[in-house]
């Protein structure tokens, strides 16, 4: 499974991006898939799921102003990012969780976002 994130960039406070990861390879059995960010210097945090199922979840601290969303028929996830902060600064990062008994994860390369005050 290969993963593909696209959408970062420069953007000013209180602007808005949307970011995409496409997934490809063996996707049968995908669990969910998901967006995390890692900050400077900090651990790579969870921001938002889609399960297999639709449902959703989110970090509190971007709720109500991120969203994820996805086309099953692209493999594609999306995160909008509205009224961004300079501290959603980060590298974006997407992944597929796949399996039954046994879940693996797999990560996509990141995608800068950096958010000028």
């Known amino acids: 499974v290969q993963l593909q994130a696209s959408g970062g960039g420069l953007v000013q406070a209180g602007g808005s991006l949307r970011l995409s990861c496409t997934a490809s390879?063996?996707?049968?059995?995908?669990?969910?898939m998901a967006w995390y960010r890692q900050l400077p210097g900090k651990e790579r945090e969870f921001l938002a799921v889609?399960?297999?199922?639709?449902?959703?979840s989110y970090r509190d601290s971007v709720k109500g102003r991120f969203t994820i969303s996805r086309d099953n028929a692209k493999n594609t996830i999306y995160l909008q990012m509205n009224s961004l902060k300079p501290e959603d600064t980060a590298v974006y990062h997407c992944k597929v969780d796949v399996g039954v008994r046994t879940i693996t994860h797999y990560w996509g390369q990141g995608t800068q976002v950096t958010v000028s005050s």
């Open positions: 889609i399960r297999s199922g639709g449902g959703t």
């Open positions: 390879g063996n996707l049968v059995n995908i669990v969910g």
